[in-house]
């Protein structure tokens, strides 16, 4: 039997399409289109129709600012990542964010090593980021690993943030839990 590879586009395809059945079910459930309305939130951008809202919910979180801690690294060092979450969706996300457990992941190339360390026990609550808000992440140092710099070069991988949105139409008691990612390529230069 052939075994496929779906990768990362075949992963948000997946995550893209089970929001739109989501969304569809819940719009369709309730006797008003509680999308009907235009709606304008921080932006400046209307969200008028079901179609407006799904590509709102995938481009409305986002990584930026990310960076290595210490700023600089050099062969042998061992670091961190950090990441700015940006939210510009109309509704409040929920993400873990805590030393031990987090949402926020990164995986890097071969010129970076992930180095087992002791992993510690204590969970946090879940972070709320409200419409327009942002807060910094970092990849938890007792979540079990950290980097470190094994070759000069140029060192490449990308960022990735696991949250939730809880959508409640109007009009029901009825509460739909979005689950979705945000996944972002970045780069630095390792130093000898």
């Known amino acids: 039997m052939k075994s496929y590879n779906i990768g990362i586009f075949g992963t948000f395809t997946i995550i893209l399409l089970s929001m739109m059945v989501v969304i569809s079910f819940v719009a369709l459930s309730n006797h008003q289109n509680i999308y009907a309305q235009s709606t304008t939130n921080n932006d400046n951008s209307t969200i008028s129709t079901l179609d407006d809202l799904v590509k709102k919910l995938v481009t409305g979180v986002k990584l930026e600012n990310i960076i290595t801690v210490p700023k600089e690294v050099h062969v042998g060092d061992t670091f961190e990542v950090n990441a700015t979450v940006v939210n510009t969706l109309p509704l409040n996300i929920t993400f873990i964010a805590g030393n031990c457990n987090s949402d926020f992941s ?3 190339n071969n010129i970076v090593e992930e180095i087992m360390v002791p992993q510690c026990m204590n969970r946090v609550l879940p972070t709320v980021l409200e419409s327009g808000d942002k807060t910094t992440v970092q990849e938890p140092t007792g979540a079990g690993k950290q980097y470190k710099a094994v070759a000069e070069g140029e060192a490449n991988g990308n ?17 739909t839990l979005l689950n979705s990612q945000v996944v972002k390529p970045f780069s630095f230069t390792i130093l000898q």
């Open 106 to 108: 990164t995986n890097l």
């Open 159 to 175: 960022a990735v943030l696991l949250y939730s949105i809880e959508v409640k139409p109007e009009d029901t008691s009825l509460t």
